[in-house]
């Protein structure tokens, strides 16, 4: 067998953290080499300790990525640091220059080709330059609201069109996450933080539209985007992290389309919110057959966001050089129109 999988950790906030943790507790035959954040107030401290692993590691972390990866030679650095496209390409770009193989859930990683293009393009000539593999992933986009349903349809013989709506309890999730939903605020305070981007709702379901379209091979006229809306509590609920008084933010709401020959194809309804009951993760293909594939209660965004990139680090190592979609990982689907087309 070979030797250990060796990791390098980019982002030690709480998710950075709960993956990191879950490689050191729970799985065998991967470890770290070294850990990397830009926090002042981390940088030099042990990674088991930043973690909260329980022990220490004798990892310190590093703010010299281009260095660490030079010394340590990891197999993959796993980026959990930025969910928008412009930050996280020049964060990777010392691992592929490396020759370091990268994970991210980078949220418009998952679909570069929709943000930016030209950029994407340019990224993926250097990965596959220097022959390392670059995927973005995670449970939402990356599984729920994209690879499952495009699972779902390469078992009909006839897709009309995909409908997923994700309705999640917001209470057992992190804190970053119940912060980005805007828990607690006013709906004035809520409006005026969505325009100064101080929150964002969730990202990426332009991604998970284009990584369906992407798979079926249905060419989009547009994807279209409705405004992040508040629920407003009607009660007081609370999480460990917020409490929302009656009449406060307690999550959102948002809807997404995905037109193709003006025709809406894909409907994507994304609610999370403190106390959403019931949650749940519903796919439902107007096709043949007609299918409604309810998971209940929904799934935790964390958890699985934690699986996803575990389980697909050896993935990732295993598949070719380039800048990676899900498709290429998960390449079933329906395929809708001339057969040719998806033969390389
Ligand atoms: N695809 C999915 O399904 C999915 C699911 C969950 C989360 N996510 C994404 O995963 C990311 C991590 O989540 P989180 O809640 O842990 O976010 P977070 O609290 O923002 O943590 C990010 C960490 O990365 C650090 N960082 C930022 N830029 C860096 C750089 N250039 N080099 C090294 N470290 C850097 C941050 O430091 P500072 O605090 O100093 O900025 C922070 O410690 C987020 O972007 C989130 O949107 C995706």
Redesign the pocket.
Same mark, same amino acid.
């Given at each position: 067998m070979r030797e250990e999988i060796k990791v390098v950790h980019?982002?030690?906030?709480?998710?950075? #953290?709960?993956i990191a943790r879950h490689i050191l507790n729970e799985r065998t035959g991967i470890g770290y080499v070294g850990a990397?954040? /830009?926090?002042p107030e /981390?940088v030099g401290k042990d990674l088991g300790e930043v973690i909260g692993a329980g022990r220490k590691l004798g990892i310190k972390v590093s703010?010299e990525?281009k260095k660490l990866f030079e010394e340590t030679k990891p197999d993959i650095a796993v980026?959990?640091?930025?969910?928008?496209l412009k930050?996280i390409l020049p964060?990777i770009e010392p691992a592929i220059k490396s020759g370091v193989n990268v994970i #991210?859930?980078?949220?418009q990683l998952?679909f570069p080709y929709f943000r930016d293009k030209k950029l994407t393009k340019k990224y993926d000539e250097l990965a596959r330059k220097n022959k390392v593999t670059v995927l973005?992933?995670?449970?939402?986009?990356?599984?729920?609201m994209d690879v499952r349903p495009t699972i779902l349809s390469a078992a009909c013989t006839e897709v009309k069109r995909i409908e997923v709506i994700r309705r999640m309890d917001a209470s057992p999730r992190? %804190?970053?996450?119940q912060k %980005?939903i805007g828990v607690s605020m006013k709906p004035e305070e809520f409006k005026k933080a969505l325009k100064e981007g101080k929150i964002t709702g969730h990202?990426?379901l332009e991604e998970s539209i284009c990584l369906i379209a992407d798979a079926l091979d249905w060419e989009l006229d547009v994807v279209r985007v409705e405004e992040v809306e508040p629920v407003i509590a009607e009660e007081e609920v609370s999480s460990q992290f917020y409490t929302a008084k009656r009449g406060q933010v307690k999550g959102t709401k948002q809807e997404a389309y995905g037109i193709v020959n003006g025709e809406e194809r894909i409907h994507l309804f994304f609610t999370a919110f403190l106390g959403a009951t019931p949650s749940f993760d519903e796919v439902r293909i107007e096709g043949t057959p007609e299918i409604e594939a309810k998971v209940s209660p929904c799934w935790h965004?964390?958890d699985?966001?934690v699986a996803?990139v575990v389980n697909l680090i050896p993935v990732v190592i295993n598949s070719p050089p380039g800048i990676l979609t899900m498709n290429d990982i998960v390449p079933i689907s329906f395929k809708s129109g001339d057969m040719r087309r998806f033969v390389k």
């Open positions: 980019v982002g030690l906030g709480p998710l950075g #953290s709960r990397i954040d /830009i926090l /981390i703010d990525p980026y959990t640091t930025t969910p928008f930050d964060q #991210s859930t980078c949220e998952a973005g992933t995670g449970i939402n986009p990356g599984f729920l992190r %804190k970053p996450f %980005k990202v990426g965004g964390d699985g966001t996803m």
